[in-house]
């Protein structure tokens, strides 16, 4: 496939994702043929991304439309079966075909919690929230929308309010999740993007302590509020020097607590623990603060201290981590939890919406031949598979889907990915 068919591959793809309910994570007959949250606002975020090089007009609609849904599904109360609470974003919403979740045949697992109206809505996402933020942000900086922007500020406040107050419990500068074990019903026990149980595991194979805060939350929840800080100069002083006092406890915070060095280069631990102690793992996660970042007074910033961020970047292409045609795993290859079979989800394998995130990231620093090297290769499996795959595996042998031991195999109609494909084949 060239350029040309990839865009026209990823443009096909969002088009029949969208719906009236927003942005589906995949097609309705794949494994998450519904809404989620993060999954709808890093593809819209990528989308005004392709935008601002090339005009999309209609995809623009569509982004309208999926922000409003997601302000509609905000949290507006407590839930402790659900997650909800007021502010925060959806994590999955699904008006039907949510029985394999709320009447699982698996006698271990616990129903998901339904709502009284007969949808299901979870709120396990710790990033869903600081994300759609964001979204929303360079949505309205894109349009230039006011009508837009005065409907959708209420909904805006009430998220940063959640990011400084439900998202950070115990008030020292970290966004961190749990698992109310009270909870009756079930639901997710890891909250970030690699949210399978299996990606956060200790070394001895168990599940940290509760609870935890993922270093790429850190830095998408720096981000958001950084963003409306200036925003809210203006609006509300009082306001806006609240939030920009809490993104500089969070930076400070983050260079303390989560960097680390290893072999010879600074980077950033996997997650705290409820212990506020390192969980080491090397994983692609910390390349996601690239992505995050702000231009201030000219010069790109991030919640990672400038002097290590070349660091970072050399780090994450050691060959643990940077595959030849194939893009950077999740995983450490020398991580003691690394996967290298084609049941790896989040242990080693390659996603589109990672590398499409993280090639972004290191445009926005300067890093243009890492960037080239990056593009380059992540867009070579998408031409062997031919569609916008949720992930894939590499081997000597070649690339594979990835395939669960239930059977559950790669979505081969993915948002994120489609979105990420369209922003790399301008």
């Not at 569509?62 to 994590?91: D, M, R, V, W, Y």
């Not at 970030?192 to 990606?199: A, L």
């Not at 993104?247 to 996997?270: P, S, V």
Request: negative net charge.
């Amino acid at each position: 496939m060239n350029t040309d068919d990839l865009y026209q591959l990823a443009y096909q793809s969002i088009l029949n994702l969208s719906t009236e309910e927003g942005i589906y994570a995949s097609a309705r007959e794949e494994a998450f043929g519904c809404v989620f949250g993060r999954d709808s606002a890093i593809t819209i975020l990528k989308i005004l991304r392709a935008h601002s090089r090339k005009p999309l007009p209609y995809l623009l609609e569509t982004c309208h439309k999926a922000l409003l849904n997601l302000i509609l599904l905000q949290g507006k109360e407590f839930n402790l079966e659900s997650g909800e609470q007021p502010g925060k974003f959806i994590h999955e919403f699904r008006k039907d075909n949510h029985s394999h979740l709320t009447a699982p045949q698996n006698p271990l697992q616990k129903p998901w919690f339904i709502y009284p109206d007969g949808t299901m809505r979870n709120y396990d996402s710790l990033d869903s929230t600081p994300l759609s933020l964001i979204a929303l942000y360079r949505y309205w900086q894109a349009i230039s929308d006011n009508e837009f922007l005065i409907n959708v500020l209420p909904s805006v406040e009430a998220g940063l309010n959640w990011i400084i107050s439900f998202g950070d419990p115990d008030k020292d500068f970290l966004l961190e999740y749990d698992f109310p074990p009270t909870r009756q019903f079930g639901g997710l026990s890891v909250q970030s993007w690699t949210d399978s149980h299996q990606s956060i595991l200790t070394p001895q194979g168990l599940l940290p302590q509760y609870p935890i805060a993922p270093v790429e939350v850190q830095a998408f929840a720096w981000m958001s509020l950084t963003l409306w800080a200036k925003f809210y100069q203006n609006q509300s002083p009082r306001f806006a020097q609240k939030l920009a006092s809490f993104a500089e406890g969070m930076k400070q915070t983050f260079n303390k607590k989560f960097l680390l060095q290893d072999q010879g280069f600074y980077f950033a631990a996997q997650a705290l623990d409820g212990q506020k102690q390192q969980i080491p793992t090397i994983t692609a996660n910390p390349l996601l603060c690239l992505w995050a970042s702000d231009r201030d007074l000219g010069k790109t910033v991030s919640i990672i201290e400038e002097k290590i961020l070349a660091d970072f970047v050399t780090r994450g292409f050691l060959p643990d981590l940077f595959v030849e045609g194939a893009g950077i795993r999740t995983m450490s290859s020398f991580s003691p939890t690394f996967n290298p079979n084609p049941d790896s989800y989040h242990n080693g394998s390659f996603w589109p919406v990672l590398n499409g995130l993280v090639v972004e990231g290191l445009e926005n620093f300067g890093f243009k031949k890492e960037a080239k090297k990056l593009k380059e290769a992540s867009l070579l499996p998408i031409r062997h598979f031919g569609c916008s795959i949720e992930l894939y595996n590499k081997t000597d042998s070649g690339y594979s889907e990835y395939c669960s031991p239930s059977g559950q195999v790669s979505c081969h109609t993915q948002a994120w990915s489609a979105a990420s494909i369209l922003d790399l084949a301008i």
